[in-house]
């Protein structure tokens, strides 16, 4: 329980790369196709070693930050677009 004199946090949300921020829905959406559009990828879904047997590999990393596939970023930006189109861009 909070003491009465502290103040409620402010009606914002926690971003990832940019911190706890205060967005209009317009402006979240932006935020989200630019995360979208930067944060990619760096390989194929599958990638089969040419070894015997075959082994499906599934290693893929983020181009822009670095971290294991999908990133915090993008999954952020995609749940966004679920949560106001229905479906990610």
Same mark, same amino acid.
């Given at each position: +329980?909070?003491?009465?004199?502290?103040? @409620?946090? @402010? @009606?914002?949300?926690?971003? @990832?790369?940019?911190?706890?921020?205060?967005?209009?829905?317009?402006?979240?959406?932006?935020?989200?196709?630019? +995360?979208?559009?930067?944060?990619?990828?760096?390989?194929?879904?599958?990638?089969? =070693?040419?070894?015997?047997?075959?082994?499906?590999? $599934?290693?893929?990393? =983020?181009?822009?930050?670095? $971290?294991?596939?999908? =990133? $915090?970023?993008?999954?952020?930006?995609?749940?966004?677009?679920?949560?106001?189109?229905?479906?990610?861009?």
């Amino acid at each position: +329980m909070l003491p009465a004199d502290v103040p @409620p946090p @402010p @009606p914002g949300e926690p971003v @990832p790369t940019y911190g706890y921020v205060v967005l209009s829905p317009a402006e979240r959406l932006v935020v989200a196709g630019h +995360m979208l559009a930067v944060h990619e990828p760096d390989g194929p879904v599958i990638r089969l =070693c040419r070894s015997w047997p075959f082994l499906a590999v $599934n290693d893929r990393d =983020c181009i822009w930050c670095h $971290n294991p596939w999908p =990133c $915090n970023a993008a999954s952020w930006a995609e749940q966004v677009q679920v949560d106001d189109y229905g479906w990610a861009l």
